[in-house]
């Protein structure tokens, strides 16, 4: 049986995602989550000094999204034919340039910069939030399943729950203008698999 091992930080963060393809597809990995301290030591072995990595039967693949692409190709969450899995690539792409321009408000948030807090959610955070969350709304119309893309779950919809999720949490307000996404929310998180995942993931702030 192929062994998959993630290793990231006690964090849900950019491990998050490899986490649950791999829950969602029932399979059994190993959570290697390192402790802050222990980084140092491994940060000059690893493929380009960061987390989260894959191991494969002990071969190694780095960068969050390349992992979450190969994990979904290999578990069939990565759409149907090669023009919705470059759809479902787009809205991953279009993810990460939206947790970048958003960086700055998390960082202040999460203790890891100095700054005024609530002037970097208000200008930069909402802004960007109310943006993105209108593209994928347009994906999530189009597609007309509850799904982003196609009539089936992609790993895009794990990865957007997750953070529909967090601000349900942490900034309920901002979904009252987006109310299908708690709908893809609540869709997501029904599934057996992730729900159990849910319930027994180590608990972490972010
Ligand atoms: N583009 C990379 C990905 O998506 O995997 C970014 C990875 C990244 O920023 N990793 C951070 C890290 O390893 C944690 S989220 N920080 C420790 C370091 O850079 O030494």
């Known amino acids: 049986m192929v062994h998959y091992k993630v290793s990231y930080f006690p964090i849900r963060g950019a491990g998050?995602?490899?986490?649950?393809?791999?829950?969602?597809?029932?399979?059994?990995?190993?959570?290697?989550?390192?402790p802050k301290e222990e980084w140092p030591?491994?940060?000059?072995?690893?493929p380009f000094g960061q987390l989260p990595?894959?191991?494969?039967?002990?071969?190694?693949?780095?960068?969050?999204h390349a992992i979450a692409r190969y994990l979904a190709r290999q578990f069939g969450i990565n759409g149907k034919c090669a023009w919705e899995e470059a759809q479902v690539n787009s809205i991953a792409d279009q993810y990460k340039d939206y947790l970048n321009e958003v960086r700055p408000f998390f960082m202040v948030k999460m203790g890891f910069a100095e700054g005024d807090a609530d002037a970097l959610a208000r200008d930069v955070f909402a802004p960007a939030f109310k943006k993105h969350y209108g593209f994928f709304a347009n994906f999530l119309k189009s597609a007309?399943?509850?799904?982003?893309?196609?009539?089936?779950?992609?790993f895009v919809d794990l990865l957007i729950a997750q953070h529909t999720a967090d601000l349900l949490t942490?900034?309920?307000?901002?979904?009252?203008?987006?109310?299908?996404?708690?709908?893809?929310?609540e869709?997501?998180?029904?599934?057996?698999?992730?729900?159990?995942?849910?319930?027994t993931r180590p608990e972490t702030p972010y």
Not at 55 to 62: F, S, Y
């Open 16 to 34: 998050e995602i490899a986490r649950q393809i791999l829950a969602y597809a029932g399979q059994d990995f190993e959570d290697n989550r390192i």
């Open 41 to 46: 030591a491994i940060k000059p072995s690893t």
């Open 53 to 64: 990595l894959l191991e494969v039967d002990g071969k190694v693949l780095a960068q969050s």
């Open 144 to 154: 007309g399943s509850g799904y982003l893309v196609g009539d089936s779950l992609t």
């Open 170 to 185: 942490n900034s309920p307000a901002l979904l009252e203008e987006f109310p299908q996404f708690k709908a893809h929310q």
């Open 187 to 199: 869709k997501v998180h029904s599934n057996a698999n992730i729900k159990k995942w849910l319930e």
